[in-house]
């Protein structure tokens, strides 16, 4: 080979080599000075929650990740409210690839401690696995993802001591597709128990599904009271599915609400009741003053609803109701009257 050719080829490994260094050295300037950028941000977030009456705070504070991601771990985070509310827990770690800064997964360790001085009550929770996914938007907050494995809490203060177990416990808030200003909200427990309910053969599951419309602004930082409301001023939405049971008995129900400045809810919904005796002594074990309406809504359910079976071959009774500023009723029979229900910033 000529000395031409040998030389050529040199020249070209120098210019990769040198092409190499040269992306290296500008991807390491790029990544520490949107470190510097990333420190800012967190420093400016916090500055702003402090003007809003909230802190929170670490202990430590590095940011690593070094090439590839940003990693943000809070030794010791300690939140608190302009109510006085506070909490903490172990450690929090915070994850985003550099070239997805728009999806931030969080890792918690706990316990974690909690307190609220104006009701005396105090509580602490710990758990195996706590994982969140966060998807951003450049003007707010797209989706949240919250899930807990082998979760136990446990409250005292002045009211009475209890516990609760949970095998996993999920949260998820995103937006309804084809309607991506309807905000749905998820939440399920997997089988839970708690010292407070009545002994019973197996844990419960419960799920809730609702839609709330024009519910992204939530996502945004708007308050509550900044939802659409009707012309009367009661808050519409979508009871897409709730349910709560075990093997033995299940209460599940969906229909369309609203409801009213002073908690109370109106509108039609769908129940059904697979266990009914068991669901009446279960309820009626936890609100023992309610064990005659209870006893009464049993009646009704056995006399006028709907009988199927469900997959399970449990008996179902399928009841329509009407809610009317929180009286329940079965057609022209009423069945009781629920508790308001009360909303932060309403």
Same mark, same amino acid.
Request: aromatic share 6%; charged share 20%.
């Given at each position: 080979?000529?000395?031409?050719?040998?030389?050529?080829?040199?020249?070209?490994?120098?210019?990769?080599?040198?092409?190499?260094?040269?992306?290296?050295?500008?991807?390491?300037?790029?990544?520490?000075?949107?470190?510097?950028?990333?420190?800012?941000?967190?420093?400016?977030?916090?500055?702003?929650?402090?003007?809003?009456?909230?802190?929170?705070?670490?202990?430590?504070?590095?940011?690593? $990740?070094?090439?590839?991601?940003?990693?943000?771990?809070?030794?010791?985070? @300690?939140?608190?409210?302009?109510?006085?509310?506070?909490?903490?827990?172990?450690?929090?770690?915070?994850? @985003?690839?550099?070239?997805?800064?728009?999806?931030?997964?969080?890792?918690?360790?706990?316990?974690?401690?909690?307190?609220?001085?104006?009701?005396?009550?105090?509580?602490?929770?710990?758990?195996?696995?706590? +994982?969140?996914?966060?998807?951003?938007?450049?003007?707010?907050?797209?989706?949240?993802?919250?899930?807990?494995?082998?979760?136990?809490?446990?409250?005292?203060?002045? +009211?009475?001591? @209890?516990?609760? &177990?949970?095998?996993?416990?999920?949260?998820?808030?995103?937006?309804?597709?084809?309607? #991506?200003?309807?905000?749905?909200?998820?939440?399920?427990?997997?089988?839970?128990?708690?010292? &407070?309910?009545?002994?019973?053969?197996?844990?419960?599951?419960?799920? #809730?599904?609702?839609?709330?419309?024009?519910?992204?602004?939530?996502?945004?930082?708007?308050?509550?009271?900044?939802?659409?409301?009707?012309?009367?001023?009661?808050?519409?939405?979508?009871?897409?599915?709730?349910?709560? $049971?075990?093997?033995?008995?299940?209460?599940?129900?969906?229909?369309?609400?609203?409801?009213?400045?002073? $908690?109370?809810?109106?509108?039609?919904?769908?129940?059904?009741?697979?266990?009914?005796?068991?669901?009446?002594?279960?309820?009626?074990?936890?609100?023992?003053?309610? @064990?005659?309406?209870?006893?009464?809504?049993?009646?009704?359910?056995?006399?006028?609803?709907?009988?199927?079976?469900?997959?399970?071959?449990?008996?179902?009774?399928?009841?329509?109701?009407?809610?009317?500023?929180?009286?329940?009723?079965?057609?022209?029979?009423?069945?009781?009257?629920?508790?308001?229900?009360?909303?932060?910033? +309403?």
């Amino acid at each position: 080979m000529d000395a031409g050719p040998k030389r050529n080829l040199k020249i070209r490994y120098i210019l990769l080599a040198a092409a190499v260094l040269v992306t290296i050295l500008v991807w390491s300037g790029g990544w520490f000075y949107m470190r510097g950028v990333l420190r800012d941000q967190i420093d400016h977030q916090m500055v702003r929650l402090g003007q809003t009456g909230q802190t929170v705070s670490c202990s430590d504070m590095p940011i690593g $990740g070094f090439p590839f991601r940003f990693e943000v771990n809070c030794a010791e985070p @300690a939140l608190a409210d302009s109510r006085g509310r506070t909490a903490d827990f172990k450690a929090l770690r915070t994850v @985003a690839l550099v070239y997805n800064p728009w999806h931030v997964i969080a890792e918690a360790a706990g316990p974690a401690r909690f307190e609220d001085p104006l009701t005396g009550l105090t509580g602490e929770a710990n758990w195996e696995n706590a +994982r969140s996914s966060v998807i951003y938007s450049t003007s707010s907050i797209e989706q949240i993802d919250v899930v807990m494995e082998n979760v136990s809490v446990a409250v005292g203060g002045s +009211r009475p001591e @209890a516990g609760f &177990l949970a095998d996993g416990v999920s949260f998820h808030l995103r937006p309804l597709p084809g309607a #991506l200003k309807t905000l749905e909200v998820f939440i399920s427990l997997n089988r839970a128990d708690s010292d &407070l309910l009545p002994s019973l053969p197996e844990p419960l599951d419960a799920k #809730l599904h609702l839609q709330l419309e024009d519910g992204m602004t939530l996502l945004q930082g708007a308050p509550i009271d900044s939802l659409r409301r009707s012309s009367d001023g009661s808050l519409p939405f979508r009871l897409a599915w709730v349910s709560i $049971g075990n093997q033995e008995m299940a209460l599940t129900a969906t229909g369309d609400l609203v409801l009213d400045r002073a $908690g109370r809810l109106s509108g039609k919904v769908d129940l059904s009741l697979a266990g009914v005796d068991q669901l009446a002594t279960f309820a009626a074990s936890i609100f023992p003053e309610a @064990a005659p309406s209870l006893d009464a809504m049993r009646g009704a359910a056995l006399s006028f609803g709907q009988q199927t079976a469900d997959e399970n071959d449990r008996s179902v009774i399928r009841l329509p109701l009407n809610l009317r500023d929180g009286q329940v009723n079965l057609g022209f029979l009423p069945l009781g009257v629920l508790p308001p229900i009360s909303l932060g910033g +309403r």
